[in-house]
């Protein structure tokens, strides 16, 4: 679905968990997704929720046109890999992409937290969605790039073709409802990336692969282009159309780039403008091209202007619905190409620069600023007020010439094309994996910079060049990276969540990389062989080898890592009892690890993943089941004194298996037939444990269910936790929209019923022998009425 970013300069990644969840039912384990989805995630402190809706005018399951021998565009069928859907939160600046099949779903995203773009992919793509997804997040970082010459205006704007005219007498629309058809142009460059991408074995099978995936990659490009036009504050609306996407297989399909680039120092490279002309020509004399507002050629060579290569788009000015309504797009796949490719079609609804013989001031780094840096706020996805005063003039004056191609479609346009994807993003990778895809291998985080406070890490990442020279480059993180205890960057801020990873934030990133200290012509670093020779070095460096000097911590005051220099003995304590404290120590002698002790990473404590809960007798594997079923979502408080410290991650991990572990006998022995019990968090107070009990869909379990809970929360049924019988306090349902239910002596059936899954329109429930039942109502009137 999304390539893989190797290498990139501005990128960087933090891992976060995704909860996604619909506003009132359950999501559906079929390969349909529903219209409405909330996406819920974790950055530094702040929990952001999306509110996503369908955006049912994109389809990614457009037409993919190549061409035949004789130049002729012809289109080819190939098969999508699954069901897929765009979604928006355009309050948020948030596109989402879901794609659903047989086997799994994944999801991309991008959007904006705290003036900083982010996109979201996942780790692994899950058939569940109702299980919270672990997603590698990344912010984009805005390297600066000049785009002063990013309009060409020699071109007489009033040539419309007769294409064009025909157009207007189909699929007429209200006139403040305009909408863009775009046809994308992938270039060879493109296509052969996305071929290299593919896992398939067979060269047939690697060409579909790679021609479904660019269809899919693009159709979310579309949906975030979308997004930043219709967040113009204005009394229209623009909406951005996918109408189709020419892909070139072979260099010779793509001539008007491939005769043009040249090679320089820095790579292939191809003049912006002669790009534009060249494709321009192509769309002009090729047959079958099919109708469209604005023509975009996408293409991955280097995109000079004067022999400058920091330009990113060209685009003809003031050409939409004209036969010059084209467009050039550097596509490095770093996800600034959504704003590039919004700015340059910005100029061809006849956008100017900001700040090019107008009021608006270029610095202020709006989309159509012809120069790009990072800024701290969100500009940089927004038009400014002259470029939406551009956009209504001549929106204005291609109506009165009764020209406007935007307020028709096409009849060939098929609005369901694009409906089957919905993203949300991304792959989780630490803070070193974020580095070394944006700076390239040998590249880790620098951590100098924080000084072990990682609030900031939100909106700057810090990596050491990989020329090993020490010296540090700053890229833009992912949302989900780790930044504190529970914590996770969001949108560029450090907020907290409850299901964010604990972590020591006196050692959060762990140990410095390198060498850290120099003495007696030795270098040392932070390796455990390092610190074992000579522990007496954490005096000095206990802060950079945080997690290596707590190996050899004593605990002994004023002596914490033994004896302070080598060589001391026993004689040397009446003189220097300080300074050979170690040995000199009268009490029990701490103990030092022989080698170096196994460190468990952080995970996400929400995280749904394969959980195996041991016991002296039997082990149980609980995974969550892919066919229909009911979840009963619970929050039981047993009365266990819990001294452990939670924060500690291996820990929580051991109390969560023992839980889970009883949980799984207590439900057996009660009888209840289940598919499985899944220990979503446990919390202190006593002990609050949050848990899931997958079952079949039928009345006589939600019955078995009912009463099972209120034999616990009464005390006539009790949790055997660790040989001792455990009393529980309380028991609490809770379903998908966080409603909850406690449940006492007079909760019945088919509360517990509402609470998995509510009666449909017209019906009741209605307990029976069998458990409870939904009855139709309008059954019940009909037979009344006889």
């Known amino acids: 679905m999304i390539p893989d970013f190797q290498s990139k300069d501005d990128m960087d990644f933090l891992d976060v968990t995704v909860k996604v969840s619909t506003h009132v039912d359950r999501i559906s384990r079929s390969t349909d997704l529903p219209s409405q989805l909330l996406v819920s995630l974790n950055i530094s402190n702040d929990q952001i929720t999306y509110h996503l809706t369908e955006n049912e ?119 403040t409802d305009y909408k863009i058809e775009m046809f994308l142009i992938i270039d060879y460059s493109i296509y052969i990336y996305w071929y290299t991408q593919s896992q398939a074995t067979t060269t047939v099978g690697k060409d579909a692969k790679a021609k479904d995936n660019i269809r899919q990659f693009y159709s979310f490009v579309i949906n975030g282009m979308d997004v930043r036009f219709k967040n113009i504050q204005s009394s229209y609306t623009i909406s951005i159309l996918y109408s189709g996407i020419y892909i070139a297989d072979t260099p010779s399909k793509a001539q008007f780039i491939e005769s043009k680039k040249f090679s320089s120092s820095s790579g292939t490279q191809v003049d912006s403008s002669v790009a534009l002309d060249a494709v321009t020509a192509w769309i002009k004399n090729s047959m079958g091209i099919p109708e469209h507002d604005h023509a975009m050629l996408f293409t991955r060579y280097d995109l000079t202007s004067d022999g400058s290569s920091s330009n990113a788009g060209l685009a003809y000015l003031s050409e939409m619905c004209a036969d010059n309504s084209v467009s050039v797009v550097e596509d490095q796949f770093d996800f600034r190409v959504l704003t590039t490719a919004a700015h340059e079609l910005g100029h061809g609804l006849s956008a100017k620069h900001d700040g090019g013989g107008n009021t608006c001031n270029g610095s202020s780094y709006f989309i159509m600023a012809s120069f790009s840096e990072p800024v701290q706020n969100q500009n940089p996805w927004k038009f400014s007020p002259c470029s939406v005063d551009y956009f209504t003039t001549f929106i204005n004056k291609l109506n009165q010439d009764g020209k406007n191609c935007m307020t028709v479609l096409s009849p060939n346009y098929n609005p369901g094309a694009l409906q089957r994807y919905t ?241 799984i006998f207590f439900y057996q022995n009660s009888g209840l037939k289940f598919v499985s019990c899944i220990v979503r968090n446990i919390r202190k107070g006593s002990l609050n444990v949050d848990y899931e009990v997958y079952t079949a869909m039928n009345s006589q379990v939600v019955a078995d269910m009912t009463f099972i809970s209120k034999d616990m929360v009464t005390g006539k049924s009790k949790v055997t936790y660790e040989g001792h019988e455990v009393t529980v306090s309380s028991v609490t349902l809770v379903d998908t929209s966080e409603n909850s239910l406690s449940v006492g002596n007079k909760t019945s059936a088919c509360d517990f019923l509402k609470q998995v899954r509510k009666c449909p329109s017209g019906h009741v429930c209605e307990e029976s022998n069998n458990g409870p039942m939904c009855r139709n109502i309008a059954e019940e009137s009909f037979f009344d009425s006889k």
């Open 423 to 663: 993203s949300l993003p991304g792959e989780i990778y630490d803070a070193d994996s974020h580095c070394r895809h944006i700076f390239g291998a040998g590249s880790s985080l620098c951590q100098n910079p924080y000084n072990k406070t990682f609030s900031t890490i939100c909106t700057i990442l810090w990596c050491t060049k990989p020329d090993g020279s020490g010296l540090c480059n700053s890229a833009v993180p992912g949302d989900g990276l780790h930044c504190g205890n529970k914590k996770w960057c969001i949108s560029g801020e450090c907020k907290y969540d409850e299901c964010a990873p604990p972590g020591d934030e006196t050692c959060l990133y762990g140990d410095t990389q390198g060498v850290v200290i120099t003495y007696n012509n030795k270098e040392t670093t932070c390796s455990f062989e390092d610190i074992k020779n000579d522990p007496s070095v954490c005096y000095h460096v206990k802060d950079k080898c945080c997690q290596q000097c707590r190996h050899f911590y004593t605990g002994i005051a004023g002596c914490e890592y033994g004896d302070k220099t080598s060589g001391c003995t026993t004689q040397h304590c009446p003189a220097n009892p300080s300074l050979c404290c170690g040995t000199c120590h009268s009490g029990p002698t701490p103990t030092t690890p022989s080698q170096e002790p196994t460190t468990t990473k952080n995970k996400n404590p929400c995280k749904s993943s394969l959980t195996t809960a041991t016991t002296p007798s039997s082990t149980f594997t609980t995974t969550t089941p892919k066919s229909p079923s009911y979840v009963f979502r619970l929050t039981v408080t047993f009365m266990i004194d819990i001294t452990d410290d939670l924060s500690n991650n291996v820990v929580k991990e051991s109390i969560i298996s023992k839980v889970q572990a009883a949980l």
């Open 57 to 175: 005018e994109i389809s990614w399951n457009v037409p993919i046109y190549t061409s035949d021998t004789e130049g002729a565009l012809i289109v080819e069928h190939i098969a999508s890999s699954g069901n897929v859907k765009h979604y928006q939160d355009q309050k948020h600046e948030a596109s989402f992409m879901i794609e659903r099949n047989d086997s799994s779903s994944c999801m991309i995203a991008i959007f904006l937290y705290k003036r900083e773009e982010y996109v979201m992919r996942p780790e692994h793509c899950l058939f569940d969605f109702e299980r919270n997804m672990n997603y590698r997040i990344s912010k984009v970082k805005r390297n600066p790039f000049s785009d002063s010459y990013a309009v060409k205006s020699d071109i007489d704007r009033q040539s419309f073709s007769t294409g064009k005219e025909r157009k207007l007498s189909r699929h007429k629309r209200q006139s």
